[in-house]
């Protein structure tokens, strides 16, 4: 019985670089799908951000959060599963959220972790792709998290869902 022995000099040049890039591209994406999951230590910052239909609350990359109008205030839960997650992620957090400068009210969290303000499960939307879009306003009883004095909760009353 004859051994063959995998060497470096058995690989070329070529085949290890195949190699080294295979491993590299493994443990990138194995990070990669780490860190998705939470944010640095698995906390989130809340924020505030001028935009088009006035200030309103952002996650830590400058994306606007929006509210349900099918989560009870105070709720424990979200009413937002399935589909409904998929299209408006929740903002969740392992630890205690954080209120950047200014931002008013009060943050915990909820079931999963889930970010709440003032009560409220806050939420991204999947159409908004750049700091300061607002293009889930109005969208299936999700509303923008409107910051400012006195703001407790979305910009209008919602119409319903569609979830």
């Known amino acids: 019985m004859r051994v063959t022995r995998l060497s470096s000099r058995g690989l ?18 194995s990070s990669s799908a780490k860190s998705s999951v939470s944010a640095a230590g698995g906390t989130a910052t809340v924020l505030e951000r001028s935009t088009k ?12 959060l929006y509210t349900f109008a099918s989560d009870a205030a105070g709720a424990t839960t979200s ?7 998929t299209a408006w992620p929740p903002l969740t957090a392992t630890g205690t959220p954080t209120a950047g400068s200014g931002v008013p009210g009060t943050l915990a969290t909820i079931g999963g ?12 939307w999947m159409g908004d792709k ?15 998290a409107v910051a400012g004095a006195g703001a407790t909760t979305a910009t209008t009353a919602a119409a319903g869902s569609h979830y």
């Open 53 to 64: 239909i006035g200030t309103v609350l952002t996650d830590s990359t400058g994306l606007t």
């Open 130 to 144: 750049a700091p300061g879009d607002t293009t889930g306003d109005g969208v299936n009883g999700f509303h923008v």
């Open 12 to 29: 070329g040049g070529a085949g290890l670089l195949v190699l080294v890039a295979g491993v590299l591209l493994a443990a990138g994406c």
């Open 79 to 85: 009413a937002c599963t399935g589909s409904c997650a």
């Open 113 to 124: 972790g889930q970010v709440t303000w003032n009560g409220h499960p806050l939420y991204r």
